[in-house]
């Protein structure tokens, strides 16, 4: 019962204007889904999440011009938009997605891939990771 009060709950909230707690002001909110997904970005169904204590990351990557990251895979599912610039990723069968900025991205999950920023500013990227205490988000080749 209480999970059907909690979601009727937030879909009231995200679908209807709300009161500022601290005024009489009418707030409209607006909201937009960025990514959401079972599959990675190159159509792999995304794994179960791994037993353990939760641990969530949140990173903001900067990658700068003309950059080309090391070969890498994350063992942990992980998620990201990219804010400024323009990103590829590709994996080592080479698949590529292109990103520009306000792009989304449902990362490839143990599979090696790499990042580069052929642009001319840096590319910066926010990214969720859902992974689990003690284990690392990212192994380099």
Same mark, same amino acid.
């Given at each position: ?19 500022? &707690?601290?005024?009489? *002001?009418? @707030?409209?909110? +607006?909201?937009? /889904? =960025? ?8 159509? $792999? ?38 804010? &400024?610039?323009?990103? *590829?990723? @590709?994996?080592? +069968?080479?698949? /590529? =997605?292109?990103?520009?900025?306000g792009d989304s991205i449902v $990362? ?34």
């Amino acid at each position: 019962m209480k999970k059907i009060f909690y979601a009727t709950w937030l879909a009231l909230l995200l679908s209807n204007p709300i009161w500022a &707690k601290d005024t009489n *002001t009418l @707030i409209k909110t +607006d909201v937009s /889904i =960025l990514a959401k997904s079972s599959s990675s970005w190159d159509g $792999e169904t995304l794994p179960n999440y791994p037993a353990g204590k939760p641990e969530v990351t949140i990173l903001k990557i900067i990658i700068p011009p003309k950059t080309l990251l090391p070969l890498h895979k994350h063992p942990v599912i992980n998620a990201g938009v990219l804010i &400024k610039g323009e990103l *590829t990723v @590709i994996t080592e +069968d080479n698949k /590529i =997605l292109h990103l520009k900025a306000g792009d989304s991205i449902v $990362e490839v999950v143990d599979k090696w891939h790499y990042g580069k920023n052929d642009g001319n500013e840096p590319a910066e990227i926010i990214v969720f990771y859902a992974g689990v205490q003690d284990t690392p988000i990212t192994v380099k080749r």
